[in-house]
């Protein structure tokens, strides 16, 4: 029998503050996964993009090899293998046992697996900005850092917002995935709160209305960042 709303009230205070700790979790978790993310995304686009056959052939290979393969097994290949190998080395070595934190094993991981996706992001938003913009700031004796935040990272991000806001919207939920590995994550207290209280289904309902209300507010955010990195676009072509 299903329970009713009154009902469903009632048990979900008792899991109030489980369940606001998970989202804190989940909100943290997004929020480090996409700057590393980002990070691996500029780095693999830079060397897609270099001289050098060596780096070109390693963000080929590593862009390949992270998209081919599920984001699920990428986890847990991730994970239980640095365990693994880590563990090795600290009894090789006669050192204490280390263990990987959930946590952090899910932000190295979400951040290497949607770092590939930001490359191809990068590279192509980096091709669509003209090559003369670069060699103008030189010009006017900028250095390759002012130019790249002054001149090419403006101008790059109008091309490469759709393509992050789009891999934004679904490594946030991605996070979900971490609840094999034993984070508190909303998807994980839902699932224990549901279960405790034998109300599962409620609960993963109420865990779909806060990952739905998320998207909503990373919505309002992506245009208002897409009004002000293509604002004078907009102007100007009108």
């Not at 686009?45 to 984001?71: E, H, M, N």
Request: glycine share 10%.
């Amino acid at each position: 029998m299903l329970p009713t709303f009154t009902q469903f009230a009632a048990t979900l205070d008792d899991f109030v503050p489980l369940l606001l700790h998970g989202v804190w979790i989940t909100l943290q978790l997004a929020l480090l996964s996409l700057l590393l993310g980002l990070v691996f995304g500029l780095l693999g686009a830079g060397a897609k993009l270099s001289g050098c056959r060596a780096w070109r052939f390693c963000a080929q290979l590593y862009t390949t090899l992270i998209r081919g393969v599920p984001d699920l097994l990428l986890m847990l290949l991730i994970f239980y293998g640095a365990q693994t190998g880590l563990s090795r080395l600290t009894q090789e070595l006669g050192w204490a046992y280390i263990e990987i934190d959930p946590f952090s094993a899910g932000v190295l991981t979400l951040g290497f697996i949607y770092g590939a996706y930001f490359t191809e992001t990068f590279r192509g938003a980096l091709l669509a900005v003209p090559r003369g913009q670069f060699q103008a700031a030189k010009a006017l004796g900028m250095t390759f850092s002012q130019a790249f935040v002054h001149v090419i990272f403006p101008q790059m991000m109008r091309f490469a917002l759709p393509g992050l806001g789009n891999n934004w919207m679904v490594l946030l939920k991605a996070t979900a995935l971490v609840s094999i590995i034993g984070l508190a994550d909303l998807i994980k207290v839902a699932q224990v709160a549901g279960k405790s209280s034998q109300q599962v289904l409620a609960f993963l309902l109420m865990a779909a209305s806060v990952y739905l209300l998320l998207s909503s507010v990373s919505s309002l955010a992506l245009r208002w960042l897409a009004r002000r990195y293509c604002g004078g676009v907009q102007e100007s072509s009108r």
